[in-house]
């Protein structure tokens, strides 16, 4: 069974802050694909990020950066420096290389405050 | 720019009747969702369409069906809508080729009060 575990429910950070999200992940395939996206306070989700199994490198975007590692199944995101803007659900999401379906963690909901 | 529209941000109906929320996209994609998001539940899917007339149950089916006539156009019915079904319904997007490292595509929700 594919499974996508984001255990903080709520996250509160000040301004200027780091701050790293978790993700830990099940599944028995050998090819699958991770993804992250921000729900802002408007619901819309906006795609952050995808990466495949095969691909380990971790990733940085500026503020953003997301650590894959698989002998822990774990693909971690860290906000640097952190602003009031990045306040949203964040929602970590595993597919199968053979299918369309996106499986979803429960999301954590990030506070910057001022 | 991918856009996924939905028909209404905000929806309040009673119980019984019949509910239609309706989601377009323009970038002729193949595949189209239906998901509910609940808190602490995360999104869980309902229903999925590969191509026009085709549809596929998720995982939360139960008290919807799906209609895909034509390809830029899903929607969700709720037959006789209950408060249990009150939710944030989020419609989503993507191309075809489950083995393409494809992202899916989000609408801003309907937010649905069924009083």
């Known amino acids: 069974a594919q499974k996508v575990t984001q255990a903080q429910t709520e996250i509160s950070v000040v301004e200027k802050e780091d701050v790293t999200l978790d993700c830990v992940y099940e599944t028995r395939d050998t090819t699958y694909y991770l993804f992250w996206y921000k729900q802002p306070p408007s619901g819309e989700l906006v795609f952050l990020i995808r990466?495949?199994?095969?691909?380990?490198q971790n990733e940085i975007s500026g503020r953003y950066s997301w650590n894959f590692q698989k002998s822990t199944s774990s693909f971690n995101f860290t906000i640097t420096a952190s602003q009031v803007v990045d306040s949203a659900v964040y929602f970590c999401a595993l597919r199968s290389y053979n299918t369309d379906k996106l499986i979803f963690g429960t999301g954590t909901r990030l506070q910057v405050f001022p | 720019d991918v856009k996924v529209t939905q028909s209404s941000r905000y929806l309040v109906k009673r119980t019984g009747e019949k509910v239609f929320l309706e989601c377009v996209q323009d970038?002729?994609?193949?595949?189209m969702f239906w998901y509910r998001q609940d808190p602490g539940l995360g999104l869980r899917l309902i229903y999925f369409?590969?191509?026009?007339?085709?549809?596929e149950k998720g995982d939360i089916p139960e008290g919807y069906s799906v209609s895909r006539e034509k390809k830029e156009r899903f929607s969700l019915i709720l037959e006789s809508a209950s408060t249990n079904q009150t939710s944030m319904y989020l419609c989503?997007?993507?191309?075809?080729?489950?083995?393409?490292?494809?992202?899916?595509?989000f609408g801003p929700g309907t937010r649905l009060t069924v009083t």
């Open positions: 970038m002729d994609h193949e595949n």
């Open positions: 369409s590969y191509d026009v007339k085709m549809k």
């Open positions: 989503a997007s993507s191309p075809g080729l489950a083995g393409d490292p494809y992202e899916q595509y």
């Open positions: 990466r495949n199994s095969f691909d380990e």
